[in-house]
């Protein structure tokens, strides 16, 4: 199963990952609309990007009313957009607060088909896409 | 047009009005953004006369077309007419404020008037609201920027603001956008104090568009690939901008005890391998930019050790740590922080304190009228509580507050000759001195003597520019035509509200690639550079009619005397050195022989169009 795995001590918060991702997914630059944020912590010293990680026990699927939300065989989580109204129940729920509502459409990562583009932008390697090896 | 998001926002403090105008269809192609669109608001809604401080003189930000998307390295433009010295002042800004401008659907804010108490405005999308800022009045610009966050329950509001200087009205005061980022020449925080405006928070969910995506991401992957194959760009990414010491030290440019030297024995203490070695912890980068030229760390040891802080970029190891000789990486840091905190801007406060050291050695200043404080050269303690008392007017701060111009010509006694500014802005950590080019650059820059308005050094010491060979900096021929083509240049690439260090990789094609993919404006290079030429010979209109004159083209005693060592040890300027070059740079710009533009040149680019106005005040 693939995964995105963060280095947050190689991070710059340059956003180049958001601006990526929202260019990907909406066809417009804000980093706002990425998928994935940004946490500045200590007076600036540390920032860690927050992704989704395709939770084992996903409670943004638990969340959605309507059946929008499923875990696919290859363990990505995605929103049948023309399922979701909007109701924002998943983004209440997430763990990491990186489910996106725009638009009354809730928005989450899905690994850009197993190549994210947020890993290509980041300039230092602080994301990565990783296999996981089942035991 | 994309790319551009097609709204200049209006907010008058003084009536509490707002309002909005759609971005004038003519100004995309004949002054691309940033810096063209700057002087063009500035120059039609300022007054003429208007002193800097008045609630008419407009504070605006600006951006640029590609400013907010993946084209690497841009940055951010405040513009007004500078407190300091009474000339338009364009001063670049990084971090993220910017892009969230234009992500609230604007190209531009612009803010005139005088709030009747202290305020902050919240713009969130097109939504303006003011706040009081009573209880901020006094913070300083961390504690500011942290305030207002919690208040808006946001942290992904952008937040700029200013520190005590700006309140007090310190000539030299910056605005401070978070985290760690500053407008600092010319004393815009005097500007936002003036018109009782602390902070600006801003926030927009709006999304930039771009007009040809598939060519976008291929020229800002061409960006990117030449910053990664640029070495001087992987030395600012390595090593942050204080990799230029070994080199200006080496020369003789490195300020030193108030310019009285132009190199130290103490350069090994100060530079990149010390730095790093002593607080660096991790890189840090501008909003879109793949260099990350900016450091955060913490200071381990000594009398500040546990503030956690930023790098010191070059321009202020060289006026802490050369100027005033402070070479402890260690308090250089808590230095640069302090003034980052007050809203100082660190070139003009190194060169101010300098002055003011060099002054008491020669008996011009005591500890009477220094306020208790007994100031030498490389006393950290002492030098700390100076710019305190600089910040809030206090002590010998209310002589040296107005700048090193204002202080010298009040205390007399020959202290103008040691007075280091060029224009009215204290001169940057590039002693112009070996370098005539340099020089000429200083006396004709459009916000006063800045380093970064054209840059000969690096042309004279390697011998070569775009069109040939390049006579170093001992001699003058060539220099006015080498000038007037960087300043052209620049202010092309100022329009972009590029940043320098990403100009050391991304070559001008590419810039011009990027913009034409984002907007549609296809540029050839001669366009690109009339631009350029076009804006500055605005910026000389204005500056003219707000009463700038040749006579102010010149330098200080100090830059007449040789230079003591390194290798242009022996150099200086004499008054003839600086007619000639002004009659070359002259001759080069199609101006006359007192530096006003000719009737025939303003036509030939078309800068008689643009004064019609375009903009009125309300």
Redesign the interface.
Known sequence: MRRLYVDASLCTECRLCQLACSFEKTGAFNPRHGLLRIEVRKSGLISEPIVCVQCENPLCVRACVVGAITKGDDGVVTIAPEKCVGCGRCADACLHDVIVMQEKKARKCDLCNGSPKCVAACPTRALAIVEEVSQ | MKGYMGKILFIDLTSRACWERALPDSMPAALIGGKGFGIKLLYDLLPPGTDPLDPANPLIFVSGPLT???APSMRGCLVSKAPLNGMFDDSYFGG?FI?EVK?AGYDAIVVTGKACSPVYLVISDDHVEYRDAAHLWGLDT?ETCDSVKAELGD??FRVCCIGPAGENLVKFALVDFE??RQAGRGGLGAVFGSKNLKAVAV????????AH?ESFIEAVSQA?KQLAESGDTQEFAKYSSVSLLPFSNEFGFLPVRNFQDGSTSQAESMNAAAHESRVW??????????I?C?K???IKRGPYAGA?C?NVEYESVGLIGGNLAVSSVEAMAFINQTCDKLGLDTISTGGVVGFAIEAFERGLLDETSSGGLKLSFGDHRSILKLIHQIAHREGLGGLLADGVVEGAERLGKGAPDFACAIQGLETPAWGPRGSAGMGLAYVTGDRGGCHQRGFPIGYETSGSWPKGEMADGWHLEGKGELVSWEQNLLAALYSLTICEFGRSGVSYDTYRSMLAAATGLSLSEEEFLLVGERIWNLIRLFNLREGWTQDQARVPQRFKEALPSGVMKGHAFTDEDIAALLEQYNTARGWDDSGRPLARTLTRLGVDALMEPLFEGK
């Open positions: 907010g998307t993946l993220h892009q992500y961390y942290a992904t985290p760690h926030r927009g969910d709006k999304g930039i568009e771009v995506r990117h912890m991790r890189h840090w980068a501008c909003a879109g930019c793949p990350h900016g955060m760390g913490m956690i930023d």
